[in-house]
């Protein structure tokens, strides 16, 4: 998947500020398109409760909103993004468990880790229910930011 | 009496990539049967054994999670927007 650096600025951002709890958020581009092209991201509250250094949850409900929003901008809902303080930026058991039982073939996981407040590494991830699985997404940034267009401006 | 039924991307491919399609229902479990009829796979990606939601399948009339009006039983009418929405968690 192809994001724009300002936008894998914006989740690193949100990781670190975020920090020690697991931050998470919206993908959101045109499905369809071969490799995936992110055309903007959304942050979302982690609605977890109890654990929320180690789980993130999103809300239904916020996820409608985003997915209203998105759809009167000609964009659609194609992953997510999670943070992983102080642990590896690759899907956990719990992650895989949960993406299986949901609805989430071929919906894309980006996972960033943080260490110490400081985001390390984020990896892109596709989730395969053939295989119950998540596959690693090659992750492309570009560097050339191409402007919005003004009525994404409400992102 | 159409309603417009909202499908999330990874129910795409029961759809032909549509990712809105109208149903004549009177209500949320008949809309999960002509969806089934019309593309075959969404009762099992929606319902359960026992013909319940599957709890990571959020289904809402408007802004309303089913679940806090009549579940299946909630009564649909023309012009409604009816939205499938998976839950999402995770953690390390």
């Not at chain 1, 509250?45 to 901008?73: G, K, W």
């Not at chain 1, 000609?74 to 102080?86: A, C, N, R």
């Not at chain 2, 209500?27 to 319902?47: I, M």
Request: hydrophobic content about 40%; some cysteine.
């Amino acid at each position: 998947m192809t994001l724009r650096a300002r936008d894998l600025e914006r989740i690193l951002e949100h990781a670190r500020a975020g920090y020690p709890y697991e931050v998470c958020g919206v993908l959101l581009g045109r499905l369809g398109s071969a490799p995936a092209r992110i055309e903007a991201v959304r942050e979302v509250e982690n609605r977890e409760r109890e654990s929320p250094r180690t789980r993130y949850v999103i809300a239904p409900e916020d996820l409608l909103q985003v997915d209203r929003q998105a759809r009167q901008h000609g964009l659609e809902v194609l992953g997510y993004y999670h943070s992983h303080p102080d642990h590896p930026a690759r899907p956990s058991e719990t992650d895989r468990r949960l993406a299986a039982e949901s609805l989430s073939d071929g919906v894309l996981h980006m996972v960033v880790s943080v260490h110490g407040g400081r985001t390390t590494e984020a990896q892109a991830w596709v989730f395969r229910d053939a295989r119950k699985q998540f596959e690693p997404e090659p992750l492309s940034v570009d560097a050339q930011a191409t402007p919005r267009k003004e009525e994404d401006s409400w992102l | 009496m159409a309603v417009k039924v909202q499908i999330p991307g990874p129910l795409r491919s029961l759809t032909a990539g549509a990712a809105e399609v109208d149903v004549e229902a009177s209500d949320v479990a008949r809309l999960v049967e002509v969806l089934q009829e019309r593309h075959p796979g969404f009762r099992e990606r929606l319902l359960d054994a026992s013909g319940q939601l599957r709890s990571y399948v959020r289904v809402f009339v408007n802004e309303e999670d089913v679940r806090s009006l009549q579940r299946q039983a909630t009564p649909l009418k023309a012009g409604d927007v009816v939205a499938i929405v998976p839950a999402i968690a995770g953690g390390r």
